[in-house]
């Protein structure tokens, strides 16, 4: 339990501090002072995760819109061709989504979202005082709060929770990517923080787009 909430505080605070990057490069020493190294080594120690380089200089976008942030999310039902063709329009490739996909290692989601094969535990089993609507299961049974390459084992022994997880072994070149990925730890840690940076060099605003905050916790 107490790993689980220094997870969530510290994710938390990381998207706090990450959504307000600056175009300044000591930005983050004058408004949240060690915020972001501090977060991240709470996060990695606790969920033993990769390290990866974040790009500072985004600039804020003015208005955020949840519709259009849910317009651009996969969905847990996607094929394998729509999950590539979906990350492609972010100008990511098919190593990419695999790779990203490895995120599914640590989360909850709720027991009716379940849209994969793998029978339900006893928890999401729906009680008049505990409804299927309110249970939790963790998207990887198996290691749940550890980031590691158990999601990809799991994909392999068919106990995916989402269809859009087991869609990555339904080509031939998606499960080679998922048997690499599963067979070394390394390797994963690499190529997902590689991915991750890519990530962060997407729809970045430059010349007069988005805007410039002097303090990381105001609008």
């Known amino acids: 339990m107490a790993t689980s909430r220094i997870v969530f505080f510290g994710v938390a605070l990381l998207l706090v501090a990450s959504v307000s990057a600056q175009l300044n490069e000591n930005f983050y020493a004058k408004t949240c002072p060690g915020g972001v190294q501090a977060v991240a080594k709470v996060v990695t120690a606790a969920i033993g995760g990769p390290k990866w380089k974040v790009p500072l200089g985004r600039r804020d976008g003015s208005v955020s819109l949840a519709r259009e942030a849910l317009s651009n999310l996969p969905g847990d039902t996607f094929t394998f061709q729509q999950l590539v063709s979906n990350f492609a329009k972010k100008g990511l490739n098919e190593a990419d989504m695999v790779v990203l996909s490895g995120a599914h290692t640590i989360g909850l989601t709720h027991c009716f979202k379940v849209t994969s094969s793998p029978p339900l535990p006893e928890?999401?089993?729906?009680?008049?005082?505990?409804?299927?609507?309110?249970?939790?299961?963790?998207?990887?049974?198996?290691?749940?709060?550890?980031?590691?390459?158990?999601?990809?084992?799991?994909?392999?022994?068919?106990?995916?929770?989402?269809?859009?997880?087991?869609?990555?072994?339904?080509?031939?070149?998606?499960?080679?990517?998922?048997?690499?990925?599963?067979?070394?730890?390394?390797?994963?840690?690499?190529?997902?923080?590689?991915?991750?940076?890519?990530?962060?060099r997407v729809g970045v605003l430059t010349g007069r787009q988005g805007k410039i905050r002097t303090q990381c916790s105001r609008r």
Do not use: W
């Open 123 to 200: 928890s999401c089993a729906p009680t008049p005082e505990v409804p299927q609507t309110t249970s939790f299961i963790s998207i990887t049974p198996t290691v749940a709060k550890r980031f590691d390459v158990n999601y990809f084992k799991n994909i392999l022994n068919h106990q995916a929770v989402f269809k859009s997880d087991s869609a990555l072994i339904s080509t031939s070149s998606g499960r080679s990517k998922v048997v690499t990925l599963a067979n070394s730890q390394s390797i994963f840690f690499s190529a997902f923080g590689a991915a991750m940076e890519k990530m962060g």
